[in-house]
DNA sequence: AATAAAATTTAGATTAGTCTAAATATCGAT
DNA sequence: ATCGATATTTAGACTAATCTAAATTTTATT
């Protein structure tokens, strides 16, 4: 009946992989994206493609099914619902709770994660800024533009981070750029796009290559 | 490193069936609770053995180390923290909490269970009544007498269970008997124990079996 | 079009967890 | 103390997921 704990990995990485090209995932990209084995991606590959959830032709790469695909966006919903709630209800940071959810978006309950959503007030964008899928799979999008794009002068409020990476959060935990604050542009270096920026009252530096992956909506 | 799910359940149903006699637990006594066979418990014993979680002599039994014992309150704290959680804020009713906090208690991050004990407000019961063991694995204890011991007149409030069966817990739902909620005993018969009981401004009747196994704070 | 490099699949082995059937040990009578 | 029933362990096999090494296909380049 239900898909295992590992199948459910596969579905979600060859949803994340299609999106770029629109085409066909490779074995090596999964391969890669799982930290596994070409070997043991092209095992998968065959068997989530007898169970139709993946069309799948030796050498040139897989796709999603409709139904691999529902499951897939499934998954990306409760992922996001309980980054959320461990954010917003728990009191955890952006940069610890990706972790979490991984294992928790495995939890199998309709009643669950449509209480949770609830809970939530139906969230639309989860503490990266990325939109929740709602319960038929459909996505919300909302202006946003990168940090760097912003001139001196202007103002905006933070919603969400291009890169998710751990680190990356982190830095922007102790410069105090979560989400929800909001942030003026004081000055930008002509030559490098470095950042002056204030928040919070305070006034901090920011280089470009981090302004590129800080999403803001303009206030 | 980590243990396994299936590990983890292992310690946990010799934590359960090491309650009663306190002495060694039988292969097909876990056998039964996995509902697995002795076989297969015999291999987990022999390998928990080796991880010095457990205690095991073959044809004698097994009873958990204090390594053993650590961890299985440990998934009971988790179990019955999660159990609150889908109560008291998702608004779970008792019967459902059980199979989706199977699931949940599995989830690795110490920092995420002492996060939603927090949040919860450290609470010292589950929805059944049972007891959370504290981040050091000690229990509370409080008064409580069966709903059975009750005499005519006096009167109290539903803290739990004994049972906690799925089909009893519904059928507690239905006549209104969840926890929190005040009980007065109208009559009580004489010959087989049946009650007549007033909650919530009804009269209801409740057999002596089931008196037997909720049980009441008196007020 | 031929060939070298890269990508992918296949072959064969390994580990965790499970099962059935057979062997062995323990327990409860007589 | 012996015998039969019951409990437990062992032997051998199976599935899911993984790996390494070898074989095959695709691709890119001459
Ligand atoms: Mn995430
Ligand atoms: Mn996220
Ligand atoms: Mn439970
Ligand atoms: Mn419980």
Known sequence: ?????VEENYLKAILKLSGAPEGLVSTNAIAARLSTTAASV??????????????????????LTPEGQRIATGLVRKHRLWEVFLVESLGMTWDEVHDIAEQLEHIQSDRL???????????????????????????????QVPLSSLTEGQEGTVIGVRED????????NEKGLTPGRTVRVLTKDTYDN??????????????GKA???IMIKIS
């Open 1 to 5: 009946m239900g898909l295992s704990y």
């Open 42 to 63: 092209t095992d998968m590959l065959k068997k989530l493609s007898e169970k139709d959830l993946i069309h799948y032709t030796r050498y040139k790469g897989a796709a």
């Open 113 to 143: 994660i449509e209480s949770l959503d609830a809970f939530l007030g139906h969230p639309k964008f989860d503490p990266h800024g990325d939109p929740i899928p709602n319960a038929e799979g459909k996505y919300s999008v909302r202006a």
């Open 165 to 172: 990476e751990t680190a990356f959060l982190r830095h922007l």
């Open 194 to 207: 470095t950042l002056r920026l204030l928040t919070d009252g305070r006034e901090l530096n920011l280089s």
């Open 211 to 213: 302004a590129k992956n």
